[in-house]
C-alpha cells in the first residue's frame, strides 16, 4: 500500500481494461453467403427490396457474427449514424439500467421514491416502482413530440432547469392510474428511470449514464467515438445529479447498434469478458407478467420488458417466442432471437399507416420479421449422424387408392394387414362421411383398401371427429381421436376389439392435447421397448394450432391404454434417464421446432428395428399453401422415443404435395430397415411412396 493505494488492484483494473480493449478491437464481423447460414439468398434479397420500398435506409441482418445482408440506401453508408428515436429507450435506458442491476445499486422492484426523494410523500407516485417505469405502466402520463402547449411541449423543447424535461417528468406529469395496473407508454417514465438509476450512481465516480455506458460497454464492445452519441448531445444539472436523456436522443451507426445487440445476444458477454451478468440480461427481457399493450390484427404489439419488448407470446405468429426487440419511433429497431443467433437492425421511415388502422408494429412484422422467417430453410436439428440421406422413388412411382379422403393413420395389426382412418370423403366406398376405418390389404405396388366403419356422419373440418393415431396391442385397435369438441380442440380414445366392426369410447377427454399419435412398434406391437404405449402429441388442445412448437410424450402401461389416470408425461431428466409425472403440468417437451414456426402438429412415430431408430414424420405447414399440392415436411430419427433427435430429411418444398398427414408403417419396412414406404394424404389420397435410407458408412 502506498499513499493510500492498493498497487496490486490498480495493476489488475490496468490489465483487465487492457484486455477488454485489445478483446473490443480484434473481433469483427465476418461476412458470409445466407445459404451457408440457413437463408434462401433469393428470399432473402426479396425481403431487402420490400423494405426499400417501404422507406428503409439501412439494414443488416447478422448470424452466428457472419453479415449475410447489410444495405443502405443513397446517401447512407456503414459509418453514417442514424437517428434511433426511442430505441435509445434499450439501448440507453435499458443499458443502463441493466449495469445498476449488476452492480446491486438498484433492483427491479425497488419504490422509485428511494432514487426520487421528492416522490416519498406523494400517496400515488410512491407506490411506482423502477420496473413500472422500465415497462411504461408506471401510470405517468405521456408527451409526444407532435403535443402543443403545457408541459407537454415544454418537456420536448429541452430547457433549462427548472423547466428541463427531467424536472417536468418528476413534479409536472400526471399520474393516469394505479401504478401496474395498466400499460400506458411514458416518454416521462423513461426520463424519471433515468434519473434514478443516475441517483443509485451518484458518488460512485460515473458522473452520468453516458460515462457508464461509454466506459463499462460501449469501449469495451470496440464503439468508436464517432459510432455514437446520445441525449440529444446535452446533460441537464438537477438536484445534483447530472441527467442524460434515455427515452430519445441517440444517434447511432447501424453496426455499433449491432455490437450491443450482440453483448445481449451473449447475455453479457464479450469475447471471454462478463462485461453484465447473464442473470441480468435475462431479467431485462424476460415477460413478467405486467400489463399488455393494446393489441388487434393490425397492432401485433410485443409484450413490454425492463425497456425492451417481447415475443413470448407469440404475437408475431412466425417469429420464435424467444424474441426481443428496442423499437422507435419510424421503426427504428435492434431485433434480436438468440435461439437462432440472428441479430437486425432496421432504420428508415415508417412502414405503417394510421389513417388504415395501421399499429406502430405492423409492418415490421408483416415486412421485416415475416419475411426473414419466410427465408429460412436450415434444418432445427442437426443431420443425422446414422442416416446420411433419403432416396424417393421417381414421382411416377407413387401409389394412390382412396382418392376423396385426407389423414390415413395407419398401424399394423394382429391379422396381418394395415388399418387406417380416412377423413372428409368416401375412402374406399360411394358414400361421404366425416371418418372412415378402414382395411389395407397387399403390399406395394399391389395394395387395396375397403372401408370398414363409418366412425363420423358428416361433419366435415374442425367440426367432425377424425383420426390422429392407431395403434394395435394384443388384437385390440385404438385409435385417437382429435376435434372432440367438435371445435377442433381436445382428444379423445376409441377402440376396437374385432378389427373395427364395432367399437367403444373413453368417457374422458384429453382437454390439454388436440392432435396425439401412437409410437407404432411393428405387427402387433411386437417390437415395443418395453410394456409401456408411448404417444407424442403437440403441446396444444387444438389440431389446427399454427404455432405449435413442443411436442410432448405420453406413456401408458399397455394394459390401461383406456385409463386416463393411468397416463405419464414425459417431464424432462434425472442424470440421462427420463423422468415421468402423472400431473400433465409437469411436461416437458421431448422435441422442440427452433426455427420458423410453421404447423408442425401433424405428425407420427414409427420405430424401426433394422436400424434401431425411431422415424418422427412432421408436417412444416405454411400460411397460404395447400399441402395437396405442394409444401414440405420433416423426417427425424432418435434412438429413444426422448431422443436426442436429429435430421434425416428437411424441405419446404417437396417436388409434390405431401398433404396434411404421413406416417411410415412399420410393415412395409425392410428386413435391415433401408427401404421403407411413406403413406401420406397428398391429393387427398392415401398415396404411398417408397424411399431408401443411406446410412453412413
Known amino acids: 500500500m502506498i499513499g493510500g493505494i492498493d498497487i496490486q488492484a490498480g495493476m489488475v483494473a490496468i490489465i483487465l481494461s487492457l484486455n477488454l480493449h485489445a478483446a473490443a478491437q480484434s473481433f469483427q464481423w465476418g461476412n458470409d453467403l445466407p445459404e451457408d447460414q440457413g437463408f434462401s439468398a433469393q428470399k432473402l434479397y426479396a425481403m431487402r427490396d420490400t423494405l426499400m420500398e417501404h422507406g428503409t435506409k439501412a439494414l443488416l441482418v447478422i448470424r452466428n457474427d457472419e453479415i449475410l445482408l447489410e444495405w443502405y440506401a443513397s446517401g447512407w453508408h456503414p459509418e453514417r449514424r442514424h437517428y434511433t428515436a426511442s430505441l435509445a429507450k434499450s439501448l440507453v435506458g435499458g443499458m443502463s439500467l441493466s449495469l445498476a442491476l449488476d452492480d446491486e445499486r438498484v433492483n427491479a422492484d425497488d419504490p422509485a421514491w428511494k432514487f426520487i426523494p421528492q416522490w416519498q410523500l406523494n400517496p400515488r407516485k410512491s407506490q411506482i416502482t423502477l420496473r413500472h417505469l422500465a415497462t411504461h405502466t408506471s401510470g405517468l402520463e405521456d408527451a409526444r413530440p407532435k403535443n402543443k402547449g403545457g408541459w407537454k411541449q415544454t418537456f420536448w423543447e429541452r430547457r433549462d432547469p427548472p423547466n428541463d424535461p427531467f424536472t417536468l417528468a418528476r413534479d409536472q406529469t400526471p399520474l393516469l392510474f394505479e401504478p401496474g395496473s395498466q400499460f400506458q407508454y411514458s416518454n416521462p417514465g423513461m426520463a424519471m428511470l433515468a434519473y434514478a438509476v443516475t441517483s443509485a450512481y451518484r458518488g460512485s465516480g460515473y458522473p452520468d449514464i453516458r460515462a457508464l455506458l461509454r466506459e463499462r460497454i460501449f469501449v469495451p464492445v470496440g464503439l468508436e467515438q464517432d459510432d455514437w452519441s446520445i441525449g440529444y448531445g446535452r446533460t441537464y444539472r438537477v438536484d445534483g445529479l447530472d441527467l442524460v436523456a434515455n427515452w430519445g436522443g441517440g444517434n447511432f451507426t447501424p453496426r455499433a447498434v449491432a455490437r450491443i445487440g450482440r453483448l445481449m445476444l451473449r447475455q453479457g458477454n464479450w469475447e471471454g469478458h462478463q462485461l453484465i451478468d447473464s442473470s441480468c440480461i435475462m431479467q431485462m427481457v424476460e415477460y413478467t407478467g405486467t400489463p399488455l399493450p393494446p393489441r388487434h390484427d393490425r397492432q401485433p404489439a410485443p409484450a413490454s420488458t425492463l425497456c425492451w419488448y417481447n415475443n413470448f407470446d407469440g404475437i408475431w405468429q412466425k417469429a420464435p417466442h424467444d424474441t426481443y426487440l428496442g423499437a422507435g419511433a419510424e421503426n427504428q429497431h435492434l431485433i434480436i432471437i438468440p435461439g437462432m443467433n440472428i441479430i437486425v437492425v432496421r ?87 366425416s371418418m372412415w376405418f378402414c ?43 382429435r376435434n372432440a369438441d367438435r371445435n377442433g380442440n381436445m382428444s ?43 404417444t407424442v402429441t403437440p403441446d396444444d388442445k387444438s389440431a389446427y394450432a399454427t404455432t405449435n412448437k413442443d411436442m410432448i410424450l405420453l406413456r401408458v402401461p399397455a394394459g390401461r391404454i383406456t385409463g386416463q389416470g393411468s397416463y405419464e408425461c414425459f417431464a424432462g431428466f434425472e442424470g440421462d434417464d427420463p423422468r415421468w409425472s402423472r400431473n400433465m403440468d409437469d411436461r416437458k417437451p421431448v422435441f422442440t421446432y427452433a426455427g420458423t414456426p410453421y404447423n408442425t402438429g401433424r405428425t407420427s412415430v414409427s420405430y424401426n428395428p433394422g436400424i434401431g ?45 405431401p398433404g396434411e398427414c404421413a406416417s411410415i408403417p412399420t410393415k412395409w419396412m425392410s428386413r435391415d430397415g433401408k427401404t421403407c414406404y411413406l403413406v401420406f394424404s397428398g391429393q387427398d389420397c392415401f398415396s404411398v411412396r417408397k424411399f431408401i435410407l443411406e446410412i453412413h458408412q
Open 613 to 657: 431408430r425411431y422415424l418422427w414424420w412432421q408436417i412444416l405447414e405454411e400460411e397460404d399453401v395447400d399441402e395437396r399440392d405442394e409444401g414440405g415436411f420433416a423426417i427425424y430419427e432418435a434412438p429413444k422415443p426422448w431422443g436426442p433427435w436429429r435430421t434425416v430429411y428437411f424441405t419446404k418444398n417437396w417436388d409434390m404435395g
Open 347 to 433: 432504420n428508415g421511415a415508417s412502414m405503417y399507416h394510421e389513417s388504415n388502422g395501421e399499429g406502430f408494429y405492423y409492418g415490421v412484422e408483416k415486412y421485416l420479421v415475416n419475411m426473414l422467417m419466410d427465408a429460412l430453410i436450415e434444418m432445427p436439428y442437426p443431420g443425422s449422424e446414422l442416416i446420411r440421406d433419403i432416396e424417393f422413388a421417381s414421382a411416377d412411382s407413387v401409389i394412390r387408392i382412396g382418392c376423396s379422403c385426407d389423414n390415413w393413420p395407419v398401424t399394423w395389426a394382429d391379422d396381418g394387414h394395415l388399418y387406417t382412418a380416412g377423413g372428409d370423403g368416401k375412402a374406399f366406398g360411394s358414400t361421404r362421411k
Open 492 to 534: 379423445q380414445l376409441a377402440w376396437s376389439v374385432d378389427h373395427g366392426q364395432t367399437w367403444s369410447w373413453s368417457k374422458w377427454k384429453f382437454e390439454k392435447f388436440g392432435y396425439p399419435a401412437f409410437i407404432n412398434f411393428g405387427k402387433n406391437y411386437r417390437e415395443a421397448r418395453d410394456q409401456y404405449v408411448y
Open 439 to 481: 382395411r389395407i390389404t397387399g403390399n406395394p405396388p399391389d395394395i387395396s383398401g375397403e372401408n370398414i366403419k363409418a366412425l363420423e356422419s358428416n361433419r366435415d373440418g374442425s367440426s367432425g371427429k377424425k383420426g390422429s393415431g392407431l395403434l394395435c396391442v394384443d388384437g385390440t385397435i385404438y385409435l385417437w381421436v
